[in-house]
């Protein structure tokens, strides 16, 4: 991406159907792949392991051009499967689904439902739980 110019990220995303956000995109992406090389030697594994806690990891993931917390709890609730630090990860859609359907709203309660390598199956079913219209 950093070795892309802006008009080839451009037409890039172009390709695939982003017309709209295109331009914006392609500064962000440009700038984004630059601070992931260069702050973390193109490895997120790094961002990780140069992190704190959780709550560090997702605060440096903000860093990263147009990822803010909607951003960081999707890639926390896939992660947390190959990163366990960051296990279990429920945010409040999650909750709220697991509200929806009488389950525990406690992110160690529910992580115990299921075998760790299913909590980001969980998380993303309960998220599709919160935000069905169709029940309530």
Sequence with gaps: MRDATWQQRVDALGR???RRYDERTST???DGA???LDTYG???RRL???SENP???LKRLQEFPGIGPTGTSIFAREVQATWPVMAPFFDKKAVDGARK???PDD???LANLVPDEDLPRLASALVRVALDRSKK
């Design 34 to 36: 630059a601070l992931l």
């Design 101 to 103: 359907l009488g389950l």
């Design 42 to 44: 193109g490895d997120l």
């Design 48 to 50: 990780r392991e140069q």
């Design 16 to 18: 695939g159907g982003y």
């Design 28 to 30: 962000m992406l440009g």
């Design 55 to 57: 709550k560090d990891v």
């Design 107 to 109: 992110p160690e309660d």
